[in-house]
C-alpha cells in the first residue's frame, strides 16, 4: 500500500526534519504516527504540545534495527522471546528504560515502550533520520486514531509535513505489554491477540485492570480516547440498533449514523443511514475502517452515532477496548 508519490527526496527531506528537532507525521501499519527524535527532548515536547497531550502519559520509541535497542533498554529474555515472533509488527514492549532517553518520553517513569513497526515507510524513516523516533498516534489527545494522511491533516492543518503513503493496513493501534517485570502484562490489546502472546512465551499474560490504570505503570488506560464529537452508542442486536435509533432521534432531532455490519441473511431497513463498516465476522476490515467510520460522522457532522459492538474475543478485543473508550463520556 505504498503511494508511488511518495519519494526519496520526500523520505531524506523528513529525515533531515527530524535531525533538526521537527516533528513529522508518517504511517506505519498500524496507524500514522507523530514522530520526533525521540533522544531529543525539546523536540518530544513538540509532541506533546501539538497533540495536547497529558505529560504523564509516555510516547513509544520506534527503531527500524535490534542494534538501536542498546541505547534505550536491556532486552530480557521474555522480549527476546517476543521480538523473534513478533517484530517488525504492531508489538509494543514495555522495557526497563536506560538513563540515555529523556525523561518526558517516559513520562518520569523507569520503563520505556519500544516498537518495531514493520511499514517500509516507516522504517525508511527511522533510518534517514539515524535515530530512534517517538512517537504518539498522529490525532489531537482524544480524537479517533488516523488511518490515513487526510486524517492527520484535518487535526493538523498546515502544521506539519505528512509522509503519504495511502490508508494503513490495520486500522488499530499495537498491542502493548509489559514485559519490564516477572510477568507479562496486556496494557493495550490490539492485533496481536493474547493467544498468540502466551503461545510464545508458554504462560498466561494478565489483561491490566482499573487497579493497573491507577498505578503509574499503564498510564495511557485512564484517558478518554478515540472518541468522534458525535454521541455514541453501542449495539449488539438488530432490536437494539432500531430502538436506539429512535431514541437518539427523539433527542437530537438528526438523523444518526448507523455504522453497522453487512449480515448473510437479513439487511437494515431503507430509512436508516448506513455506513456498512464490513461484511459480519470480518474483524480485520471492521479494525481497518472503524476510527475511519467514526471521523466519517464527525466530518459529516452527525450529532449521534450507533456502532455495532463485535464480540470480544480476539482481534474483537483490541476493536471493543477502543469502542468502548469511544463510547465513554467525560
Ligand atoms: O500502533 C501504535 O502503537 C501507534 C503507532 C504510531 O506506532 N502509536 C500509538 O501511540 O498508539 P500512543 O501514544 O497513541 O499510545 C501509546 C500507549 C499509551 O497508552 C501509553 O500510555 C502506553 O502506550 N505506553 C507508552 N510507554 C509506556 C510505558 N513505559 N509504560 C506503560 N505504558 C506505556
Ligand atoms: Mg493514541
Not at 479517533?144 to 493496513?169: C, M, R, W, Y
Not at 493474547?194 to 504462560?203: F, P, S, V
Not at 463498516?277 to 467510520?293: C, P, Q, S, V, W
Not at 467514526?294 to 463485535?310: F, W
Request: proline letters at 8%; glycine letters at 6%; a negative charge.
Amino acid at each position: 500500500m505504498k503511494n508511488p508519490t511518495l519519494t526519496v527526496e520526500d523520505l531524506q527531506k523528513a529525515g533531515a526534519l527530524l535531525r533538526a528537532g521537527e516533528v513529522v507525521a508518517f504511517p506505519t501499519e498500524t496507524v500514522y504516527g507523530l514522530g520526533a527524535n525521540a533522544l531529543d527532548e525539546i523536540a518530544c515536547a513538540k509532541i506533546f504540545a501539538l497533540k495536547g497531550r497529558p505529560a504523564d502519559n509516555p510516547l513509544i520509541i520506534h527503531i527500524a534495527s535490534l542494534d538501536m535497542l542498546d541505547e534505550l533498554t536491556e532486552i530480557t529474555p521474555m522480549a527476546r522471546k517476543l521480538a523473534k515472533a513478533f517484530w517488525p509488527g504492531p508489538l509494543t514492549m514495555v522495557l526497563p528504560k536506560k538513563p540515555g532517553i529523556p525523561d518526558i518520553v517516559s513520562a518520569g517513569l523507569y520503563t520505556v515502550g519500544i516498537r518495531f513497526p514493520s511499514h517500509p515507510t516507516a522504517q525508511e524513516l527511522i533510518r534517514s533520520a539515524g535515530q530512534p523516533i517517538a512517537a504518539p498516534s498522529a490525532n489531537l489527545s482524544g480524537r479517533p486514531s488516523p488511518t490515513t494522511a487526510k486524517h492527520v491533516a484535518e487535526d493538523f492543518i498546515d502544521q506539519l509535513l505528512i509522509l503519504d503513503s495511502g490508508p494503513v493496513e490495520i486500522g488499530l493501534e499495537s498491542t502493548v505489554i509489559d514485559v519490564s517485570g516477572e510477568h507479562p502484562i496486556l496494557l493495550r490489546p490490539g492485533f496481536i491477540t493474547i493467544n498468540q502472546l502466551e503461545k510464545i512465551l508458554d504462560q498466561k499474560v494478565r489483561l491490566a485492570n482499573l487497579e493497573d490504570a491507577r498505578r503509574p505503570a499503564a498510564p495511557g488506560m485512564k484517558y478518554r480516547h478515540y472518541a468522534p464529537k458525535g454521541d455514541l452508542r453501542l449495539v449488539t442486536t438488530r432490536d437494539q440498533a432500531l430502538k436506539q435509533h429512535q431514541e437518539l432521534r427523539d433527542q437530537h432531532k438528526t438523523e444518526p449514523l448507523c455504522i453497522l455490519t453487512e449480515h448473510p441473511d437479513q439487511s437494515w431497513p431503507d430509512h436508516l443511514e448506513v455506513f456498512l463498516i464490513a461484511k459480519h465476522g470480518d474483524l480485520e476490515t471492521y479494525a481497518r475502517n472503524m476510527f475511519a467510520a467514526l471521523r466519517y460522522a464527525d466530518s459529516s457532522g452527525y450529532q449521534s452515532i450507533i456502532m455495532e459492538a463485535v464480540p470480544a474475543e480476539g482481534l474483537g478485543l483490541a476493536i471493543m477496548n477502543r469502542l468502548e473508550k469511544a463510547a465513554k463520556k467525560a
